[in-house]
């Protein structure tokens, strides 16, 4: 049950999200995480004030050596900030990758607002990075930039996950987090039909890393071999738990306990 999880994504310096968010996450749900780290983020609570991106050339080392010897179960792709490093990404993945499931978070803005991902990139997401998707997890802002939707209501949110759904990925998980309710929908899009998930909202600023924690529980559940849906299930269970359990630091948007252990999963 393990389930090995290879998370190519950039690094957060403080804690919250990142590489440091998803090593956590797969420790925490039971699975052995390896990273290729994609970027270095100068960064708090409070906002990103730099970045630092890795050579891809690097990447794909970092990357092939992973798979050549440890091997993955899953792998989970966040930050990759400019088209030439998601265009490396999809060719390491092509080449080694290609029966091993993907699980694809679009980080395009951080919780602050920054913009983690430049403007060339989105079209080869598209074209190189969804269509290897086993599953692709985009909140409500990255959706409207990927599909050109604007997205008000979960009827919004369906049509956006089926322009996704149309790119080429196996599965759309469409985070509802950005509409303004007391309750959250995410809505699950697959060829055998839909899925909306429910919870309240947890009234907290303490939400950051919430994405990249939501993406790589997936990556988790799907690397022990658990159906797609129950992997889900089992990650939304995850970071409701984290969020409500939240450590309080910083005087932003504070992390996540990423250490507390989902019950009955």
Known sequence: MKGRVLIVAGSDSGGGAGIQADVKTVTALGGYA???????????????????????????????????????DAIKTGMLHSAEVVATVAEVLRALARDIPLVVDPVMVAKSGTALLDREARNVIIRHLIPLATVVTPNIPEAEVLTGLAIRNPEDMLR????????????????????????????????????????????????????????????????????????????????????????????????????HTVKDF
């Open 34 to 72: 390896a990273t290729a780290i994609t970027a270095l983020t100068a960064q708090n609570t409070q906002g990103v004030f730099d970045v630092m991106g890795v050579e891809p050339p690097f990447i794909a080392r970092q990357m092939r050596l992973v798979l050549e010897d440890i091997g993955a």
């Open 160 to 259: 956006a996950a089926e322009v996704l759904l149309g790119y080429g990925a196996k599965a759309v998980l469409l985070k509802g987090g950005h509409l303004e309710s007391d309750q959250i929908t995410d809505v699950l899009l697959a060829p055998e039909g839909v899925e909306l998930f429910r919870n309240p909202r947890i009234h907290t600023a303490h939400t950051h890393g919430t994405g990249c924690t939501l993406a790589s529980a997936i990556a988790t559940g799907v690397a022990q071999r658990r159906p797609l849906r129950e992997a889900v299930e089992r990650a939304r269970a995850y970071v409701q738990g984290a969020i409500r359990t939240a450590p309080g630091f910083g005087a932003g948007h504070g992390p996540l306990n990423h250490g």
